[in-house]
């Protein structure tokens, strides 16, 4: 990832798909550092074995300040909020923030892929472009 990360072509995305490959926390350190992704809006981590230490370098990143997505699904961390609950449309009835998240947020934020607010956002916005 160290190498992927120093890609100079990296600075012309907005949105970046690194779902179902074994990063871990070193590569999403590595990408965290990259001086080429400020422009990055939306970050797939699905499934990439991303831990503490890796959603903790995310949030630590000062060289991401337009990301406002990432997606964490099938890793060992929970960070982002996240609907629980079910009404009778199938809408979540309620938003909860896990304590790392919380924590992070409240260390390195306020960040809008950590924020609580974002996640109630995020239940009725169709595309990620219109954040």
Known sequence: MPDVAGVAALGRLVA???????IGDDGVAALAGSPHLGRLRWLGLANCGVGPAGAEALAASRKLPALRYVELWGN???VVAKGVG???DGRPVAVEMPPLGR???DRYG?????DIQWGWRLLGVARWDEV
């Open 16 to 22: 970046l798909d690194l779902s179902d490959n074994p």
């Open 76 to 78: 060992p961390v929970e």
């Open 86 to 88: 079910q009404d009778i």
């Open 103 to 105: 924590e992070l947020n």
């Open 110 to 114: 306020p960040l809008p892929w950590l």
